[in-house]
Structures are given as C-alpha cells and as structure tokens.
C-alpha cells in the first residue's frame, strides 16, 4: 500500500493480513459486500505460523476509511471471532 511506505513500521514485528476492499467483486454492493468472508481465514493461518499461543492481540478496525465508509463483508468479523 502506497500510504504505508511514508509512515513506516508502525510496531515492528506485527502481521497485517489483505484488506478486505475489494473493488471488483464488491464495487456495487449495497450495504455489507457479499464477498471476502473467506478473508478472515488468513488470521487462522497466521495463528498457525506462529502459535495461537504467541499472538497477543488483534486490532480490528470494523468500518474503515477516514469517513467510515469501507464496511467488511458480510460474516468477516463473525469469522474473525470464531478464529
């Protein structure tokens, strides 16, 4: 991401997992998009390199965008807590 580059690490040794934008497939979608659920799965194969046991937290932010105007699709958060 472009943006990232002028502000660096922000604390290194974290894991970021893909953003769950996804402008083709969810470009005319009325409220949650219908597609990315299977997002969620990176966090579980994150927990798998490094152990559930080592991973201290996760920092969700549930609608992004300096407007609050990217919302995740529809089940992500819901498989986000299942994980």
């Known amino acids: 991401v472009k943006n990232r580059s002028a502000f660096g690490v922000l604390l290194a040794g974290s894991d970021h997992i893909r953003h769950t934008l996804?402008?083709?497939?969810?470009?005319?979608?009325?409220?949650?998009p219908e597609y990315g659920e299977e997002l969620a799965d990176d966090l579980e194969r994150l927990a798998g390199l490094h152990g559930a046991d080592n991973i201290a937290a996760v920092i969700v932010e549930p609608i992004a965008g300096?407007?609050?105007?990217?919302?995740?699709?529809?089940?992500?958060?819901?498989?986000?807590?299942?994980?």
């Open 66 to 83: 300096a407007g609050g105007v990217i919302l995740p699709p529809k089940n992500y958060l819901k498989r986000l807590r299942e994980i």
């Open 22 to 32: 996804d402008i083709e497939r969810n470009a005319f979608s009325r409220g949650l």
